[in-house]
């Protein structure tokens, strides 16, 4: 298994709801990654964790809640998020270190009403 | 100032042109990234690059670390081949999981 899988494919809540997305990898990857990304707009880090530890969260808002239950699975809890969080949400693994590549999921469509 | 610079933005081609992107960066990097992203889909990493060249099928992708640039080039062209192509960086930090740093993107047309 080579892949990265990203579930739902397509997400639609309200302002006031509580959803959570899942990315899943078997490759025995040690990092995983959250990134946002907005309509024409470069990708944008949110969170990283290194073996299952949180180790970098680039100032993401508290209505993102991020958890790493295992070295396969990454959550992204949402809670009361605002329409501004619209976006694509991708989430990435490598093995560990940067002299290894990155493998994406295909992402995460959220909308916000 | 982006730390990543890609251009062009935008470019339109025609079947079977040579096709050149560039990249341009001010940061020290571990390594760089040559991405691409079809519409509304998720991201493929084409390759990864510290040093030299690389060559994939019809996708080359060289980098200068001196002149902090690097280039993908695609030969004969192909309409499957538009999408948006994107240049991330990692920054040296020495070593560890760092997340990417991505110039804005190229997005490429290629016309039958």
């Known amino acids: 298994d080579t892949e990265v899988t990203q579930t739902p494919k397509h997400l639609v809540m309200g302002m006031t709801n509580k959803k959570s997305l899942k990315c899943e990898q078997h490759m025995g990857h040690r990092a995983m990654y959250w990134y946002k990304q907005k309509a024409k707009k470069p990708p944008e880090l949110m969170f990283v964790y290194s073996y299952e530890k949180l180790s970098i969260n680039e100032s993401v808002p508290s209505r993102f809640s991020p958890e790493c239950p295992n070295s396969s699975l990454l959550n992204l809890h949402l809670h009361a998020l605002q329409p501004e969080d619209s976006a694509l949400y991708l989430c990435a693994s490598s093995p560990q270190g940067w002299t290894y590549g990155y493998t994406f999921g295909s992402g995460t469509r959220l909308t916000v009403v | 100032k982006n730390e990543v610079e890609q251009s062009p933005q935008n470019l339109t081609a025609q079947e079977g042109e040579f096709i050149t992107i560039n990249c341009s960066y001010s940061?020290?990097?571990?390594?760089l990234h040559w991405l691409q992203q079809h519409p509304g889909g998720g991201i493929v990493s084409l390759f990864m690059l510290s040093s030299g060249k690389k060559k994939h099928g019809r996708l080359i992708a060289t980098i200068n670390i001196q002149e902090k640039h690097s280039s993908l080039h695609i030969t004969a062209s192909h309409p499957r081949d538009s999408a948006v192509y994107i240049c991330a960086v990692i920054m040296y930090s020495g070593g560890g999981a760092d997340g990417l740093t991505f110039g804005k993107g190229t997005h490429l047309i290629i016309q039958p």
């Open positions: 940061v020290g990097i571990s390594a």
